[in-house]
Nanobody, 123 residues
Framework: QVQLVESGGGLVQAGGSLRLSCAAS??????????MGWYRQVPAKQRELVAT???????NYADSVKGRFTISRDNAKNTAYLQMNSLKPEDTGVYYC???????????????WGQGTQVTVSS
């Protein structure tokens, strides 16, 4: 009912930049999107928060990416972006788009996840 399509991942050298995109496709009527964001994961480690952005544009970042990454969204296109600058090898991982929203009859938001896109930063 809610599908997230991610793009923009790839291989980049340390100090380079990438921009990730996450487009939400909603197949049901009466659905409202609240927050969108990205989490990342490496093998044998728990998925961690990278950045989130509210429907009003309020952004939150992990301390490790603050000052280097910028999250934004286009509400008309139901799309969120993550601009990643000054990339470091420790930024390597699978980046997952996250969406929180609700159907009109629901009292609370539910979480939805994309399939993930690989980001690899070489030293």
């Amino acid at each position: 009912q809610v599908q997230l399509v991610e793009s923009g991942g790839g291989l980049v050298q340390a100090g380079g930049s990438l921009r990730l995109s996450c487009a939400a496709s909603v197949s049901i009527s009466g659905f409202s999107i609240n927050t969108m964001g990205w989490y990342r994961q490496v093998p044998a480690k728990q998925r961690e928060l990278v950045a989130t952005i509210s429907s009003g544009g309020s952004a939150n970042y992990a301390d490790s990416v603050k000052g280097r990454f910028t999250i934004s969204r286009d509400n008309a296109k139901n799309t969120a972006y993550l601009q990643m600058n000054s990339l470091k090898p420790e930024d390597t991982g699978v980046y997952y788009c996250n969406l929180q929203g609700r159907y009109y009859s629901e009292y609370f938001d539910r979480a939805y996840w994309g399939q993930g896109t690989q980001v690899t930063v070489s030293s």
